[in-house]
């Protein structure tokens, strides 16, 4: 990176760290913080669309659909989270290839499962073993995505389904003593004034989100932890430029850190931003906020 | 069924290193691996039982130090719930292993600290005493005036008010949260094994060997909805208790039968 990186041997203590922090592996670690956002921005709406369908079929006329609703939410929330990690990979990426495997080659004879193999016809690999490196890891990110929203969507629909409940009910019979179909009153009354309910929720469940992306490296995507793992193990001099002893233990202070940092910044918006809806409603924390002014 | 009974005796306490020492390679049976799965959750259950009940003591501690008026008690309870809780488990798993190895190199007695049994436990129970102390002491702040008043008009002060007043209703107050912490703890425990932390000789817990099923077959599709099921009967004896301590607690209010902690509470952490 610096001029006079050339040599690190020679360099003084502030100089070496200047050159060894900014080494090509160091900057892909941080890189992977930007992964992080990436995943959490992609996550976020992605979960509370997930769990916007799965709080809906829990209040559905329909009684099937109505279960379909109340399983998903029931069932991830009682299995560790991280089960269902491990088991979204592999099963997410088997379904998609047994789909393509059906359609693509009809004519396949031999059984998929053999033994301990999982083999489709090569047209329906995912993604197909031509494919350069990016699309390789784009494909796992895509399916880490994935598996974010399907378990956090049931947290985010068990939230939402608690706030359209919390909807006064006047304001529903007022809708149908004006003659509006359910699909109306769902639309025009229940869905704009759930989310000053949904909020505290939704708060929290975003915490939890940011504390769950280091699960990525579980998913086997090199985000921040496989980094920390690579960067901090002890180097020889024989291998690398800049040789340390075991560094893992500050590089994941760093992470903690990180973390620490932005779930403080994550609590004062979320309390700025409940501030602001309560502002003027008629609610206690609207209340307090009037009391608090006066 | 023969063969079947055989793979209880051989697995059944394969995770405490009892029984057959190699794990089986080849044509898995189901029985197998109900057995080899349900014998990790002997590691939940003592991660999760241990950290629970040490955890409770120092939550309230913390809550306490959390409501003071000092700032030397206030501030480093405020700080110790803050760095537990405002950063992942899964780091602080990381992290305190890494510091548990160097700290082995220096104090050379502290080694028992770098295995999963009791390195892994303590960060739990550290975990674990952030959340409920945060539970605890907003209960703590909820107990009503009129009790803590009416104790100190039939001149009981002191030590005995909290005993026998304050610390009876804050607990009465928390339980339903914090059996929801109980079951979020059960559900932590599942990530020790993936944290650094050595299964030694393959003895892991539940889910350490639902993957090493699913890596072994390249099929979820059984070992992980036994893993499944193996939890949700946990978290249903869970309910079961402390829904009975629960009862315990509210045993002199007038409608005490009907209240249960819900199985899906709101607050989650």
Same mark, same amino acid.
């Given at each position: 990176?610096?001029s006079?990186?050339t040599d690190?041997? /020679? ?10 922090? /900014? ?7 941080y890189?992977?913080?930007g /992964?992080?956002l990436?995943?959490l921005?992609?996550?976020? #709406? ?11 079929? !829990? ?11 109340k399983?998903?939410i ?6 560790p989270?991280i089960?269902?990690f491990?088991?979204f ?10 789909l ?19 083999l489709?016809? #090569? ?10 490196q990016?699309v390789?890891?784009?494909?796992g990110?895509?399916?880490?995505v ?9 947290? !985010? ?10 909807? #006064?009910?006047?304001?529903? +019979? ?6 509006m179909?359910?699909?109306q ?11 000053v ?8 469940l ?7 992306t280091?699960l ?13 793992? +690579?960067?901090g ?23 903690l850190i990180f ?6 910044v ?7 931003l409940?501030d ?6 008629? /609610? ?7 009391k608090?002014?006066? | ?7 209880i ?5 394969r995770s405490?290193?009892?029984g057959? &020492?190699?794990l089986?390679?080849?044509d ?9 799965? %349900? ?6 259950v003592?991660? %999760? =039982?241990l950290?629970?009940?040490? $955890? ?8 306490? $130090? ?7 008690? &206030?501030k ?6 803050? =760095?537990?809780?405002g ?10 292993y ?5 700290l ?11 295995t ?10 550290l975990?674990?005493?952030a ?6 002491y ?5 107990v009503?005036k009129g009790?803590?008043?009416a104790?100190a008009? @039939?001149?009981?002060? $002191?030590?005995?008010r ?10 009465r107050?928390?339980?339903?949260a914090?059996?929801?912490?109980a079951i979020?703890?059960f559900h ?10 050595p299964?030694?000789?393959?003895? $892991?817990?539940?889910? @350490?060997?639902?993957?090493y099923?699913?890596?072994?077959t ?5 070992p ?8 949700i009967?946990?978290t249903l ?7 009975a ?11 005490a039968?009907?209240?249960?902690p819900?199985l ?6």
């Amino acid at each position: 990176m610096f001029s006079f990186c050339t040599d690190p041997d /020679t360099l003084d203590t502030g100089r070496w760290l200047a050159c060894y922090l /900014t080494t090509g592996r160091h900057l892909n670690f941080y890189a992977a913080f930007g /992964t992080v956002l990436i995943l959490l921005a992609i996550t976020a #709406p992605s979960a509370l669309a997930f769990g916007f369908a799965g709080a809906s079929a !829990a209040r559905s006329g329909f009684a099937p659909l109505r279960w379909l609703g109340k399983g998903y939410i029931a069932i991830v929330r009682g299995v560790p989270d991280i089960a269902f990690f491990l088991f979204f990979v592999i099963a997410l990426d088997q379904g998609l290839e047994y789909l393509r495997h059906v359609t693509l080659c009809p004519n396949w004879e031999e059984p998929i499962r053999q033994g301990a193999n999982f083999l489709v016809c #090569p047209e329906a690999k995912l993604p197909l073993s031509s494919a350069p490196q990016w699309v390789h890891e784009g494909y796992g990110f895509a399916l880490a995505v994935l598996t974010f929203a399907i378990v956090f969507g049931a947290f !985010a629909a068990n939230v939402l389904f608690g706030a359209m409940q919390a909807v #006064p009910r006047a304001q529903i +019979e007022t809708a149908e003593a004006y003659g509006m179909t359910r699909r109306q009153t769902f639309r025009r009354i229940v869905v704009p004034q759930m989310w000053v309910y949904a909020l505290p929720g939704l708060g929290n469940l975003w915490m939890v989100l940011i504390k769950a992306t280091p699960l990525l490296f579980l998913l086997g995507v090199e985000d921040i932890v496989y980094w920390a793992r +690579e960067l901090g193990a002890a180097k020889t001099p024989r291998f690398s430029d800049y040789p340390h002893p075991d560094w893992r233990m500050w590089y994941f202070l760093a992470l903690l850190i990180f973390y620490l940092a932005f779930t403080r910044v994550s609590e004062v918006v979320i309390a700025r931003l409940s501030d602001r809806l309560s502002h003027g409603q008629a /609610t206690a924390a609207g209340e307090a906020l009037r009391k608090a002014r006066a | 069924m023969e063969g079947c009974l055989q793979t209880i005796a051989d697995y059944a306490l394969r995770s405490v290193g009892i029984g057959e &020492r190699l794990l089986p390679r080849t044509d898995f049976t189901l029985c197998q691996q109900f057995t080899l799965i %349900g014998s990790g959750l002997i590691w939940n259950v003592y991660f %999760g =039982v241990l950290a629970l009940l040490s $955890g409770f003591v120092l939550a309230t501690v913390v809550a306490l $130090g959390k409501a003071a008026t000092n700032p030397l008690l &206030r501030k480093p309870a405020e700080w110790f719930i803050f =760095v537990f809780r405002g950063s992942p488990l899964f780091i602080q798993f990381f992290f305190a292993y890494f510091l548990f190895l160097s700290l082995k190199q220096v104090v050379p007695w502290t080694e028992p600290l770098s295995t999963a049994a009791l390195g892994a436990l303590v960060v739990l129970f550290l975990n674990t005493a952030a959340y409920s102390g945060e539970i605890f002491y907003g209960a703590l702040r909820s107990v009503p005036k009129g009790d803590t008043e009416a104790a100190a008009a @039939y001149g009981i002060e $002191g030590w005995t008010r909290f005993r026998r007043i304050t610390w009876p209703t804050m607990l009465r107050l928390a339980w339903p949260a914090y059996t929801n912490e109980a079951i979020f703890l059960f559900h932590a425990t599942t990530l020790v094994f993936f944290t650094g932390f050595p299964a030694r000789q393959q003895q $892991g817990d539940a889910l @350490y060997y639902a993957q090493y099923f699913a890596d072994k077959t390249f099929n979820p599709f059984v070992p992980y909805p036994i893993l499944a099921g193996y939890f949700i009967l946990l978290t249903l004896v869970i309910i079961g208790i402390m829904g009975a301590v629960n009862r315990h607690l509210n045993r002199h209010l007038p409608q005490a039968a009907g209240k249960r902690p819900r199985l899906l509470p709101q607050i989650m952490r």
